[in-house]
């Protein structure tokens, strides 16, 4: 079935990037429900997709919830609509990060000596790759 | 012998050196090695999802590439790389990604003839040796031990993708527990989150979720949990300031089951050591 396209372009290239429909959620809340990280992000996953059905989609942009994401993958997996946030999520980090002005939250400079000895090199691969431009 | 090519991934040889050294010496008790692939990449750690960021996807694809030349089978172990190259490799073999497939092999520049399969060390030990093998070989029941398997995210999910196990209650790991006489308890967080990467910058996050997961299987009576990733590891483990449940590779186990000598199985490594509750179980 045909969807009606999302009205904001912001929107369109959040679809894009994810390749989620945004109009898919019908707001069950089950992906925040089981969200891990739920408690502490703001907003959390089902949250975050109402704006965008809002076409509120720079609230998000600028919220601190995109950046709370573990890609843990339960959101996805327990969506009985088929809409997996954490691509959404991810998309809307690209977005922020492929703006000029430096947004990224980790690198280099934001890691102590003690933890670069101690926690293992797969953790700052994984979190420059999400959290960085 | 049989023989793997193995990918061994950036944390095997330093961080998480027992995960590794314990994995090759309990396969060689049951006739089987790992042979690390030449030439291998860095894999990511993590999959990057958008759409167009094909340059995010090439080093875990290049992996796959040098790996279809080396046979039809690549052994992962740490629970990331296996996540991240099954991954890369489903997205470029998706015929939906022609135009990623044909920007991303003619980068790469080497040949991608050969289907290879990326496996985790638990496919060979589950499909290729099997348990009833690995029983036979158990020269140290693990008799009395209460084992929690921890699959944490990387190995479940997404699961039409890895197709590994139930993505809400996997068994493998429970599985090989019986196998080598232990006992697997049911816990309700085997496949939650330990926080993974947020660890980095948000480490507060990352203590509750993995305290959350400790909490609980101490609640159905584990003595210990076992994982196959270095950053669950990593996080129940070290990250924790209450629950003193010790968290190990389950390749250690499989070692001290198998009969190696418990100095070369790396635990002293874990930050509460788990002997001292080993050797009250009266295996060590
Ligand atoms: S689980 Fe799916 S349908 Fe339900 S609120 Fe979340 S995204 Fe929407
Ligand atoms: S993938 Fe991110 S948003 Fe989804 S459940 Fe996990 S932490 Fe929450």
């Known amino acids: 079935m045909s969807k ?13 990037l994810s390749g989620q429909v945004i109009a898919d959620c019908y707001q069950c809340g089950c992906c925040t429900a089981g969200c891990p990280i739920g408690e502490a992000m703001d907003p959390p996953p089902s949250k975050a997709i109402r704006l965008l059905q809002l076409g509120r989609a720079g609230e998000l942009l600028d919220s601190e919830g995109i950046w709370l994401c573990a890609s843990c993958m339960v959101c996805g997996t327990r969506c009985p609509r088929g809409v997996d946030y954490a691509l959404i999520a991810e998309a809307c980090r690209a977005v922020v990060l492929r703006r000029p002005v430096r947004s990224g939250r980790v690198g280099p400079e934001t890691v102590t000596d003690e933890d670069c000895e101690e926690i293992p090199q797969q953790a700052f691969m994984a979190s420059f790759r999400k959290f960085s431009g | 012998m049989a023989s793997y090519a193995y990918y061994p991934g950036c944390t095997l040889y330093t961080k998480a050196r027992e995960l590794d050294l314990s ?40 992996n796959i590439v040098r790996a279809s030349a080396l046979g039809d089978t690549l052994v992962t172990l740490c629970a990331a790389c296996y996540n991240v190259l099954k991954r890369a490799k489903a997205r470029i073999d998706d015929p939906a990604n022609a135009v990623e497939r044909e920007r991303v092999l003619n980068f790469i520049d080497e040949p991608y003839e050969r289907e290879v399969r990326v496996v985790h060390y638990l496919d060979v030990l589950r499909r290729d040796i099997g ?29 039409a993708v890895l197709d590994f196990d139930d993505p809400e209650d996997p068994q493998v790991m429970d599985e090989l527990v019986r196998a080598l006489g232990a006992e697997p308890v049911r816990f309700d967080f085997k496949t939650e989150c330990c926080g993974g990467y947020l660890v980095v910058n948000r480490k507060d996050v990352a203590r509750e979720s993995s ?26 483990d070290r990250l924790r300031d209450r629950d003193g449940l010790p968290v190990l590779y389950f390749t250690q186990l499989l070692g001290l089951a198998l009969g190696l000598e418990p100095d070369e199985l790396g635990f002293d490594n874990c930050a509460v050591d788990p002997r001292p509750m080993l050797a009250e179980k009266g295996l060590l």
Do not use: H
């Open chain 2, 131 to 159: 348990w009833d093998a690995v029983k036979a070989k158990v020269a140290k029941p693990l008799a009395g031990l209460k084992l929690a398997s921890y699959y944490g995210c990387l190995m479940v999910r997404p699961a």
């Open chain 2, 211 to 236: 305290a959350r997961v400790l909490e609980n299987a101490r609640a159905w009576g584990a003595d210990a949990v076992i994982t196959t990733c270095p950053l669950c590891q990593y996080n129940l």
């Open chain 2, 23 to 62: 994995a090759r010496k309990a396969l060689a008790v049951l006739g089987a090695e790992l042979e690390e692939m030449p030439a291998w990449v860095c894999c990511g750690a993590i999959y990057n999802t958008a759409d167009d960021d094909f340059a995010g996807r090439i080093g875990a694809t290049r």
């Open chain 1, 4 to 16: 009606p396209p999302s009205v904001s372009p912001l929107v369109r290239s959040i679809e894009a």
